[in-house]
């Protein structure tokens, strides 16, 4: 088991930026999957952005293209998500997640809550307007 701890959100002005931070320990990420999920008030939790974290490839939702970043330091078991001109459709608690397989069935990095076992607590993100 993973433990994972978010840290980063806050309140912002639209346009703005932010970058949040997952510590993780409790064991070697290797052929880890790690993933950035968000689930806003009254909405379930989506997908943003999956980072693998022996290859360091990306898969980002289509609503994080072009202004997240997903990305890892292996050295301080810690992943990012940089996020530069947020809006307040950006508002929600930001998620990180862990998932044992880099990759699911179909190759891809996974991007479902189910495909990830662990979860940190959760940082509030909000974009005011």
């Known amino acids: 088991q993973v433990q994972l701890v978010e840290s980063g959100g806050g309140l912002v002005q639209a346009g703005e930026s932010l970058r949040l931070s997952c510590v993780a320990s409790?064991?070697?990420?290797?052929?880890?999957?790690m993933g950035w999920f968000r689930q806003a008030p009254g909405k379930e939790r989506d997908f943003v952005a999956a980072i693998s974290w022996s290859a360091a490839s990306t898969y980002y939702a289509d609503s994080a293209k072009g202004r997240f970043t997903i990305s890892r330091d292996t050295a301080k078991n810690t992943v990012y998500l940089q996020m530069n001109s947020l809006k307040p459709e950006d508002t929600a608690i930001y998620y990180c997640?862990?998932?044992?397989?880099?990759?699911?069935?179909?190759?891809?990095?996974?991007?479902?809550?189910?495909?990830?076992?662990?979860w940190g607590q959760g940082t509030q993100v909000t974009v005011s307007s």
């Open positions: 997640a862990a998932d044992g397989y880099e990759y699911n069935t179909s190759g891809r990095l996974p991007s479902t809550e189910s495909e990830y076992a662990d």
């Open positions: 409790g064991r070697s990420l290797i052929s880890y999957a």
